[in-house]
């Protein structure tokens, strides 16, 4: 990341570190060291992290934000990160172990027990440096349970879209191109594109962002209110399904946690049949997952990292709050909806592709997020000037930058 880039997001956080992010000190007095975590869940989610937690009987101090990249890079700046980070991807944490401020988690839970993708490596830096504590899968449509819609594209008003959030936003839209491009070109060119090795201008890239521009051109009203509402939908509310005036959500499987107490009227389908420009067969799953990574090496902090990786704190989690595991020892959850997600989480034979923006640099995917609005905002205009913006970008990375492989892969 350059320095100018790194000290906008720097002032960015110091911002909102001042505007208030949920603190947590529960365990033990306070003469007793606490192991400082910094995680991407607030409010119900936060709460059921730290009943996990609670019952590890280790002092902690939690800090939840859905702006966890920019926190954790004012605190790394400062001199003075959490004992543990977890961030939604490892874009950023490749960059944190290229500089070793990352700890080995060697010993601190079974590899055997994390196949493909959720076990990515970077060239030239160290195994062992992350592991993953959460999943969740994309490439999936939310409907309202009766509404099943049909089996083509649908216009713009009928999604539910929204661009906010407490942190950078733009990554609501990314997850459609991702997801584009991930049905129409298949996971091995998917996996060359997100780790840099395709370029943005390619022409199947451009037919893919192009495909999402003209549906969204089709009711550019429409996107304007997409592009001004919050992903989660009204403060109090039921999400954007239940009160958003629309009727298809195309996000992740922690939706659910925005629906609330109506979480059992929703239904989903694969997402490939209703894309804009398709219908297309499921070529893969999109995925995305939550990384741990230790920058304090307290035997607290690594024995607290231990036991969430654990199949037992894993399987209870899950139990309790309705979250996915990426350990594959965990038995497959109850229910119709989450059987149908866990049977797309293990099912052998569709590959599963980490979200393309997590493993992007930091700079690249700031990049794609800001197109990303740009095309929301004016989405009639053709969409190869700014991709070609943010090749310029990619170009701009340093040729020693690890890059991510493993991308994609077979679950276990």
């Not at 869940?41 to 009987?57: A, H, N, P, S, Y």
């Not at 926190?71 to 400062?78: D, F, H, I, T």
């Not at 304007?224 to 399904?241: E, N, P």
């Not at 969430?308 to 989690?317: G, K, P, T």
Request: glycine share 12%.
């Amino acid at each position: 990341m350059n320095p100018c880039a790194r000290t906008v997001l720097l002032v960015l956080a110091l911002f909102m570190t001042a505007a208030g992010c949920g603190l947590g000190a529960p365990g033990g007095s306070d003469a007793e060291p606490k192991v400082t975590i910094l995680g991407p869940w607030t409010d119900d989610q936060e709460r059921q992290f730290k009943d996990v937690l609670d019952g590890f009987g280790i002092p902690y101090t939690y800090q939840g934000t859905a702006a966890t990249r920019e926190v954790l890079l004012a605190e790394v700046q400062a001199g003075n990160p959490p004992d543990i980070a977890i961030l939604p991807g490892v874009g950023e944490l490749v960059e944190y172990a290229d500089e070793g401020r990352l700890r080995s988690l060697d010993g601190l839970y079974d590899p055997d027990e994390y196949g493909q993708p959720w076990r990515p490596r970077a060239e030239g830096v160290p195994d062992h440096r992350w592991v993953p504590l959460k999943a969740d899968l994309k490439s999936i449509v939310w409907y309202r349970k009766g509404e099943a819609p049909r089996r083509r594209p649908a216009p713009p008003a009928a999604w539910c879209v929204g661009m906010g959030d407490d942190g950078a936003s733009g990554w609501p839209g990314s997850d459609w191109i991702e997801d584009l491009i991930l049905q129409r070109m298949g996971p091995v060119l998917y996996a060359r594109w997100a780790t840099g090795d395709l370029d943005w201008t390619d022409d199947r890239v451009v037919a893919a962002w192009t495909a999402w521009a003209r549906m969204l051109a089709q009711d550019p009203a429409a996107a304007g209110r997409m592009l001004l509402a919050d992903h989660r939908g009204k403060a109090g509310g039921h999400g954007l399904l239940f009160g958003g005036g629309c009727d298809l959500e195309h996000q992740g499987s922690f939706a659910r946690a925005f629906y609330g107490k109506r979480s059992g009227e929703a239904a989903f389908e694969d997402s490939a049949p209703l894309l804009p420009g398709g219908s297309y067969t499921v070529k893969a799953h999109e995925v995305s997952a939550d990384f741990a990574a230790l920058f304090g090496g307290g035997g607290a902090a690594r024995d607290l990292i231990r036991r969430l990786a654990s199949r037992e704190a894993q399987e209870d989690w899950g139990r309790e709050a309705g979250v996915f595991s990426p350990n594959a020892a965990v038995p497959a959850k109850q229910g119709a909806v989450d059987e149908e997600v866990s049977r797309r989480l293990t099912d052998q034979r569709v590959p599963l592709c980490l979200d393309a923006s997590d493993v992007m640099p930091a700079a690249v995917r700031d990049a794609f997020y800001e197109a990303v609005l740009l095309t929301m905002a004016h989405p009639a205009e053709p969409v190869k000037a700014k991709l070609e913006d943010i090749q310029k970008v990619q170009g701009a990375q340093s040729r020693n930058t690890p890059r991510l492989t493993g991308v994609c892969g077979r679950p276990q």
